[in-house]
């Protein structure tokens, strides 16, 4: 079983103002996914230009401060679900137009969190779907939270990456980011930085992190997400899907594309 992340800055055009789709990176990766070989797969797409602005703008997983509060976050709630429900609808009907048995999984109506970290999470539907032989496709969402200061969060595709690399113990896992891997500073700001081939610690990166900080924790919140998955003994690599053919190779077992994360 692999497990393939396609990044909101992939798919989306994350720096708009407005949900906008990226359709060209979309279709090719779904091509490229059609033309590989794999038994299982599971696809975990970030929410982009469609999740993290409403998530931002009514401040979902802030502390609720009063019930007008409450109110505008819960409807910030509905907002967010709806447009990232949306994006996941169009990833699907491009995989499936390509030939990707694609069935949709929506986190919300099956994850509840505690403190912002998945504390309930039933995957015998996702495991049936595998059995079957579909592709499940899974989201970065708004979820309920347990924690009565919050009672809702965001939950990013990159927390369920590791809740189910945890609990299915795939034979790989697969970011597709707007980058070449895991770099020494931010490769959009910084001329001398270099290319990580391995990381195995946060001690790694230096604390500049990624040029897109999203509600969902940039690329510190990746990383630190697959060094506790590494941990587990799950190695995982950071591939840039924004170029031709790299999904593709991936899928196909080739390693050393990007940064591979993996245990001490």
Not at 144 to 160: A, F, M, N, R, T
Not at 181 to 190: C, H
Request: with cysteine; hydrophobic share 35%; aromatic share 6%.
């Amino acid at each position: 079983m692999i497990i393939l992340k396609l990044g909101g800055s992939v798919i989306t055009k994350k720096e708009a103002e407005e949900p906008l789709i990226d359709h060209d990176n979309l279709n090719r990766i779904s091509g490229e996914i059609a033309d590989s070989s794999f038994d299982k797969l599971i696809i975990v797409h970030g929410a982009g230009s469609f999740g993290h602005p409403s998530a931002k703008k009514y401040e979902i997983g802030s502390p609720v401060t009063d019930e007008e509060d409450f109110a505008r976050k819960k409807l910030g709630f509905c907002i967010t679900q709806s447009w990232v429900k949306k994006l996941n609808t169009l990833v699907c009907d491009s995989l499936r137009e390509k030939g990707v048995l694609a069935v949709s999984v929506q986190p919300s109506s099956f994850i509840i969190t505690k403190n912002k970290r998945i504390h309930s999470c039933n995957l015998d539907l996702i495991n049936k779907y595998l059995e079957l032989g579909f592709v499940p496709v899974i989201y970065g969402d708004v979820v309920p939270d347990l924690d009565e200061s919050i009672k809702i969060c965001v939950l990013s595709g990159d927390q369920i990456i590791n809740y189910l690399g945890e609990n299915l113990k795939p034979m790989r896992v697969i970011l597709g980011s707007d980058v070449d891997g895991i770099y020494t500073k931010n490769p959009k700001k910084y001329e001398d930085a270099k290319l990580l081939n391995t990381v195995t610690s946060c001690d790694d990166l230096v604390a500049e992190g990624s040029l897109n900080v999203d509600v969902t924790g940039g690329m510190n919140g990746k990383l630190t997400e697959l060094i506790e998955l590494a941990q587990l003994g799950v190695e995982s690599e950071i591939i840039n899907a924004g170029k031709e053919n790299f999904v593709k190779r991936a899928l196909n077992h080739e390693k050393g594309i990007g940064t591979i994360i993996k245990k001490k």
